[in-house]
Protein backbone atom coordinates (compact mmCIF):
# COMPACT_ATOMS: atom_id res chain seq x y z
CA UNK A 1 0.00 0.00 0.00
CA UNK A 2 1.15 3.74 -0.62
CA UNK A 3 0.11 6.59 1.07
CA UNK A 4 -0.64 10.54 -0.26
CA UNK A 5 -1.54 13.55 0.41
CA UNK A 6 -3.70 15.25 -2.57
CA UNK A 7 -3.93 19.18 -2.30
CA UNK A 8 -6.48 20.38 -4.65
CA UNK A 9 -6.30 24.05 -5.39
CA UNK A 10 -8.07 26.63 -7.63
CA UNK A 11 -11.46 28.95 -6.94
CA UNK A 12 -14.17 26.46 -6.39
CA UNK A 13 -10.92 24.08 -4.47
CA UNK A 14 -13.43 22.56 -1.79
CA UNK A 15 -16.02 21.81 -4.00
CA UNK A 16 -13.73 20.10 -6.08
CA UNK A 17 -12.09 18.51 -3.96
CA UNK A 18 -15.29 17.04 -2.19
CA UNK A 19 -15.80 15.56 -5.66
CA UNK A 20 -12.55 14.27 -6.32
CA UNK A 21 -12.75 12.15 -3.02
CA UNK A 22 -15.97 10.87 -4.16
CA UNK A 23 -14.66 9.53 -7.13
CA UNK A 24 -11.81 8.11 -5.37
CA UNK A 25 -14.10 6.63 -2.51
CA UNK A 26 -16.06 5.22 -5.38
CA UNK A 27 -13.31 3.11 -7.42
CA UNK A 28 -11.49 2.32 -3.55
CA UNK A 29 -10.29 -1.25 -3.43
CA UNK A 30 -9.61 -3.56 -0.72
CA UNK A 31 -7.58 -1.54 2.01
CA UNK A 32 -7.71 1.39 0.10
CA UNK A 33 -8.54 4.50 2.52
CA UNK A 34 -10.09 8.20 1.50
CA UNK A 35 -9.65 10.70 4.23
CA UNK A 36 -12.41 13.34 4.47
CA UNK A 37 -11.29 16.79 2.92
CA UNK A 38 -9.70 19.45 4.89
CA UNK A 39 -9.41 22.78 3.87
CA UNK A 40 -6.48 25.21 4.59
CA UNK A 41 -6.88 28.65 3.92
CA UNK A 42 -4.76 31.70 3.68
CA UNK A 43 -5.24 35.37 2.68
CA UNK A 44 -4.52 34.61 -1.09
CA UNK A 45 -5.34 30.66 -1.72
CA UNK A 46 -7.71 28.10 -0.18
CA UNK A 47 -6.39 24.21 -0.23
CA UNK A 48 -8.81 21.73 0.31
CA UNK A 49 -6.51 18.42 1.34
CA UNK A 50 -7.72 14.82 0.89
CA UNK A 51 -5.64 11.89 2.21
CA UNK A 52 -5.23 9.04 0.15
CA UNK A 53 -4.06 5.24 1.22
CA UNK A 54 -4.17 3.41 -1.81
CA UNK A 55 -2.93 -0.18 -3.65
CA UNK A 56 -1.99 -0.32 -7.32
CA UNK A 57 -2.21 2.14 -9.73
CA UNK A 58 -6.00 2.86 -9.77
CA UNK A 59 -6.44 5.53 -7.29
CA UNK A 60 -3.54 7.32 -10.04
CA UNK A 61 -6.00 6.62 -12.91
CA UNK A 62 -9.08 7.75 -11.23
CA UNK A 63 -6.97 11.09 -10.02
CA UNK A 64 -6.00 11.57 -13.92
CA UNK A 65 -9.18 11.08 -15.37
CA UNK A 66 -10.75 13.28 -12.88
CA UNK A 67 -8.44 16.24 -13.05
CA UNK A 68 -8.31 16.06 -16.82
CA UNK A 69 -12.15 17.23 -17.31
CA UNK A 70 -11.68 19.54 -14.86
CA UNK A 71 -8.57 21.33 -15.99
CA UNK A 72 -10.11 23.88 -18.53
CA UNK A 73 -11.90 25.07 -15.26
CA UNK A 74 -8.58 26.17 -13.54
CA UNK A 75 -8.60 23.19 -11.05
CA UNK A 76 -4.63 22.37 -9.74
CA UNK A 77 -3.76 19.18 -8.05
CA UNK A 78 -0.66 18.40 -6.60
CA UNK A 79 0.27 14.89 -5.26
CA UNK A 80 3.05 14.71 -1.55
CA UNK A 81 3.65 10.49 -2.16
CA UNK A 82 4.94 9.17 1.31
CA UNK A 83 8.38 9.05 -0.18
CA UNK A 84 8.78 12.59 -0.46
CA UNK A 85 8.14 12.97 -4.11
CA UNK A 86 6.18 16.03 -5.20
CA UNK A 87 3.71 16.05 -8.45
CA UNK A 88 2.02 18.58 -10.09
CA UNK A 89 -0.51 16.80 -12.17
CA UNK A 90 -0.17 19.81 -15.20
CA UNK A 91 4.19 18.96 -15.23
CA UNK A 92 3.42 15.13 -15.70
CA UNK A 93 1.79 12.70 -18.13
CA UNK A 94 -0.37 10.11 -16.85
CA UNK A 95 1.83 7.14 -17.46
CA UNK A 96 4.87 9.66 -14.91
CA UNK A 97 2.22 9.91 -12.56
CA UNK A 98 1.42 5.98 -12.38
CA UNK A 99 5.12 4.94 -12.28
CA UNK A 100 4.96 7.82 -9.40
CA UNK A 101 2.40 6.07 -7.41
CA UNK A 102 3.71 2.25 -8.15
CA UNK A 103 7.45 3.31 -7.00
CA UNK A 104 5.81 4.67 -3.68
CA UNK A 105 3.94 1.46 -3.12
CA UNK A 106 6.96 -0.66 -4.40
CA UNK A 107 9.03 1.41 -1.41
CA UNK A 108 6.63 0.62 1.28
CA UNK A 109 6.06 -2.58 0.57
CA UNK A 110 9.63 -3.35 0.84
CA UNK A 111 9.48 -1.35 4.27
CA UNK A 112 11.70 1.36 2.44
CA UNK A 113 9.77 4.19 2.82
CA UNK A 114 12.66 6.60 2.19
CA UNK A 115 13.89 8.01 -0.68
CA UNK A 116 15.44 6.87 -3.71
Request: proline share 3%; glycine share 12%; charged share 20%.
Amino acid sequence: MGTAVLEVSGSDATRWAAELRGALAAKAGPGDEVSPVEVRRSAELVVAVIGLVFGGIGAAKTIWDWWQSRRPQGVSVTILLSDGTRVTLSDVSSGELEIAFQQVESRQAEGGNQNG
